[in-house]
């Protein structure tokens, strides 16, 4: 079975500051790998995408992710966050095949100014 | 626009009531798929819609939950019966192909249906 995790709720950092969202994965197979960002009452925007080859994908508003196969993880990260950053992100992944996708249960992240 | 549009936005209604959830996709997508998401829980899968196959109904969480998709485009989701625990807010999400065809295409995301059981 597929399953994702977010091991952190919340994040917090300062403006200016890398940032950091960790994403662990577990699936039998090899994983298509998703970032999306939601704000206060809208639907998930798509951030990312890993599907093959390099393993550091660049997506939208300055955010990027590394696939890391041996730590199964794609942790989504920003040289430097911005104010408007601030939402809440999940992970997701499914395996070529009839599969749903799986997301994670999110990590909010806040950013202060 | 051109992105996914549900409606209502909001929703309230008393326990035991029947409601109906509307989702246009983006146009010329062929999948369609529902998620509920319930606060602290993350996204759960419900149902998806690729073309003219029959739907992948395993997310349903009781057969008070049923979904419709007519002509291919706009769908309909149905729960009957309406529990507290039915509370979430409702989302639904086109894109091109479906999990086999196109397994690596983002799907868009309307900005879902709050609902609300009394």
């Known amino acids: 079975a597929q399953s994702v995790a977010q091991p952190e709720d919340q994040v917090n950092v300062a403006e200016g500051n890398p940032l950091t969202v960790k994403c662990t994965y577990s699936v039998s197979g090899n994983p298509y790998l998703f970032w999306y960002v939601q704000y206060p009452n809208r639907g998930l925007q798509f951030l990312l995408k890993?599907?093959?080859?390099?393993?550091l994908v660049k997506g939208s508003y300055g955010f990027e992710a590394e696939f890391n196969k041996s730590q199964t993880s794609f942790h989504l990260k920003k040289p430097s966050a911005l104010v408007s950053d601030s939402a809440l992100y999940f992970c997701?992944?499914?395996?070529?095949?009839?599969?749903?996708?799986?997301f994670g249960k999110g990590t909010r992240l806040s950013v202060i100014a | 626009g051109a992105g996914v549009s549900q409606s209502p936005s909001n929703k309230v209604t008393e326990k035991g009531k029947d409601v109906e959830l509307r989702c246009d996709p983006i146009?010329?997508?062929?999948?369609l798929y529902w998620y509920r998401q319930s606060l602290g829980q993350g996204l759960e899968f419900l149902i998806y819609?690729?073309?003219?196959?029959?739907?992948?109904k395993s997310g349903l969480p009781s057969d008070r939950f049923s979904a419709e998709r007519t002509g291919g485009s706009v769908s309909t989701l149905t729960i009957q019966r309406t529990q507290q625990e039915d509370s979430a807010v409702y989302l639904c999400a086109s894109s091109l192909g479906g999990f086999i065809l196109n397994s690596n295409q983002p799907q868009h995301f309307g900005d879902g249906t709050r609902l609300s059981i009394l």
């Open positions: 819609f690729q073309g003219n196959s029959a739907p992948d």
């Open positions: 997701a992944v499914r395996v070529s095949g009839n599969t749903p996708l799986v």
């Open positions: 890993y599907i093959t080859g390099d393993n």
């Open positions: 146009s010329g997508h062929t999948a």
